[in-house]
């Protein structure tokens, strides 16, 4: 079979599922089961269709002929080849849980939910293969939209419109930055084809540095232009959170790998620190956020701003060292950014669907009024650990393998930034990283211990239940996924060097995933590296089997079963640890950072000998909204009403607003 029929059958699958799903709007189930059904079937497609061009080599054909704007091509190098693999993975699987999962919206606009759903995976799938200016951005708006509309798909909740208005005004001021990146890049011939674009010189190159750094980096939800992300997420059904937290966001870092891998090209030093700047900033930001959050879904929703911040060291590592003329640890860093890449696109998918079954079960995604899950939902509880550990960066699971290849990067920074300056600077990042993982990994135990461990806090999370197979079956898919891409690494890094030699020479194919199967290594420059996955699995396989022989050979017979002991009062809920007591000592410690403000509140009884009631609230103070976003929305409110006054609805004034304006222009023109 030939590439362009298999594209021509994704697209196909994609576009009869938004077309049957409008059409039996009026028949839930029937959509519900069609329009999911076919995006499964489409996202296999995209899969194989990545698989196509790593076996047969990069594609590439015409879908159209001579437009306004040219012809427009779709152009699968492994680059492209690699994201449609990310997306087509991620979509099946979010595909399958929300045939199960969308029951619950029936009635509710599920036949329009479902069609944008299909049509957002499609316009997805166009962003990462078109090879032509126009297109892409066609598709990135497609994109936008429908994300746009499935963010305020429950429009009857203020939040969710909220969420919505500033995901439309953030994504869009991206967006005028992405096509002011393009402008600077379109040759004097006016051809939009990706082949004919070349980088400028001078300030115009590095203006469009910036405009690509900013305009995907909002997508992407880096800080400061993270806003939107914790507030969609959770608006969003939640197997369309998987889609845009696990994969849609990282469109946006396809974009800024074309742009500085193909389109730009080799920059100056700064760039790469430029982006290591941000990258470490985004990590640390993110997680401390996200250790304070309540909500899971926005808890996990600042989760990928860390993990994106985790990608973006990698690839400013990678920037970094490209201007130093060392292709090989380059190759390193683009690998390991690459890889993390696709192992936050399982893990967060995997976490979101999770959580979307405990929000099913229990109505509530305040983990303080959940616990005690893992009794009635032992499967997603299993399955959501697995994604937690992966997440942590705990070996043998899949971001451990990542987050070591990143920590391999930096360590060889000194490399590329010569002097005490490199090596402050790698230290710092190395550092930063670190306290990343310790945060992340405080984080994900605070959030399965107050989901899943302990006793129940409210009635909801008494009566839950399991969720569906077709909701656990995916689960359980990438869950594991998350353990085969941390225990046998090697073969996806073979495929990463393919996908960044190209664009960095020969020298990463001969110096990355040298080792064998069971174990991974690099070469480059004086820098080697090695490490079995595979050895690290089969020492704590063998330690588990230990410590079981060891309980069945001398352990007790038997077990006591009890309340806990405390002082003569038979324990309840109300007196387990909570989220807000976990994070605490956190807080304290970044308190600079965080800016808590405490809240009690002390209801006493009139009789001095009862008990008080007190309840506790703790504040974060996000200092870029306070600092920056409430005080430009308030000045832009200011100026449009101030604006406002001059909409008298007087003709007369109107044209007298037009001759002043002609006149000023007049004496501007001539000098005076």
Request: hydrophobic share 55%.
């Amino acid at each position: 079979m030939e590439f362009v029929y298999l594209y021509a059958a994704m697209a196909t699958a994609f576009v009869a599922a938004t077309a049957g799903a409008l059409s039996l709007r009026a028949r839930p189930e029937a959509a519900n089961r069609l329009a999911h059904g076919l995006s499964a079937l489409g996202s296999l497609l995209a899969l194989a269709g990545a698989a196509f061009v790593f076996s047969a080599g990069p594609q590439e054909f015409t879908l159209t002929g001579d437009t306004l704007f040219g012809p427009v091509a779709v152009r699968v190098d492994y680059l492209s080849a690699f994201f449609l693999a990310v997306i087509g993975a991620v979509g099946a699987a979010a595909s399958v849980y929300a045939i199960a999962y969308s029951r619950e919206y029936y009635g509710r606009r599920l036949g329009a939910m479902a069609a944008l759903y299909a049509a957002f995976l499609l316009s997805m799938l166009a962003v990462v293969t078109v090879s032509h200016v126009v297109a892409f951005i066609v598709a990135w708006e497609l994109m936008t939209v429908t994300s746009f509309l499935l963010v305020a798909h429950e429009r009857e909740k203020a939040a969710s419109r909220r969420a919505a208005y500033v995901y439309f005004v953030m994504t869009h001021i991206g967006t005028a930055f992405i096509m002011a990146a393009f402008l600077l890049l379109v040759p004097p011939t006016g051809s939009m084809a990706f082949a004919d674009l070349s980088a400028p010189t001078g300030w115009l190159r590095d203006a469009a540095f910036l405009c690509a750094l900013v305009g995907f980096g909002t997508k992407a939800g880096i800080i400061p232009l993270h806003v939107w992300l914790p507030e969609a997420h959770p608006a969003a059904p939640t197997h369309v959170s998987a889609v845009m937290s696990g994969v849609m966001i990282k469109t946006a870092i396809y974009g800024l790998a074309r742009f500085y891998l193909e389109f730009l090209g080799t920059g100056p030093l700064w760039w790469g620190a430029a982006v290591l700047a941000v990258a470490a900033l985004s990590s640390v930001l993110g997680v401390l956020y996200a250790l304070m959050q309540h909500d899971v879904k926005r808890l996990l929703a600042y989760s990928s701003v860390e993990n994106i911040g985790i990608i973006l060291l990698g690839m400013g590592g990678g920037m970094a060292f490209t201007s130093a003329g060392l292709p090989g640890l380059a190759g390193l860093a683009w690998a390991a950014a690459l890889f993390h890449v696709l192992n936050h696109a399982v893990f967060k998918s995997l976490l979101f669907m999770g959580a979307g079954a405990v929000l099913q079960a229990t109505h509530t995604r305040d983990i303080e009024h959940l616990g005690g899950l893992i009794r009635f939902m032992p499967y997603t509880a299993a399955f959501f650990l697995a994604g937690a550990v992966a997440i942590s960066g705990l070996p043998p699971l899949n971001g451990f393998v990542s987050e070591w290849l990143t920590f391999q990067a930096l360590f060889a920074l000194p490399a590329a930034l010569a002097g005490l300056t490199g090596k402050l600077t790698a230290a710092v990042l190395v550092s930063l990283l670190g306290l990343t993982g310790a945060l992340a990994a405080a984080c994900f135990v605070k959030v399965f211990a107050m989901i899943f461990l302990a006793k129940p806090r409210s009635a909801h999370a008494a009566e839950a239940q399991e969720a569906s197979g077709l909701m656990l079956a995916p689960m359980g898919f990438l869950a594991a996924a998350c353990l085969a891409l941390g225990v046998l690494p090697v073969p996806l890094l073979g495929l990463l060097t393919r996908t960044v030699a190209p664009f960095l020479g020969e020298a990463p194919a001969t110096t990355l995933a040298t080792g064998d199967w069971y174990a991974m290594g690099f070469k480059a420059a004086a820098t080697t590296g090695t490490m079995s996955p595979a050895a690290l699995a089969g020492l704590l396989l063998a330690g588990a089997a230990a410590a079981f022989a060891g309980y069945r050979l001398y352990g007790r017979a038997g077990r006591t079963a009890g309340e806990t002991w405390t002082c003569g009062i038979v324990p309840t809920a109300r007196m387990e640890y909570t989220a807000t007591g976990f994070a605490e000592p956190i807080r304290r410690a970044f308190r600079a950072v965080l800016l808590p403000k405490p809240d009690v509140v002390v209801e006493r009884d009139p009789h001095r000998y009862f008990g008080r009631r007190m309840v506790f609230h703790v504040k974060i103070t996000y200092v870029l909204s306070e600092l920056v976003y409430r005080p430009v929305n308030r000045g832009a409110v200011a100026l449009a009403r101030y604006m406002k006054r001059l909409q008298t609805g007087s003709v007369q004034l109107y044209v007298g607003y037009i001759m002043a304006v002609t006149i000023v222009v007049l004496v501007w023109s001539i000098r005076w």
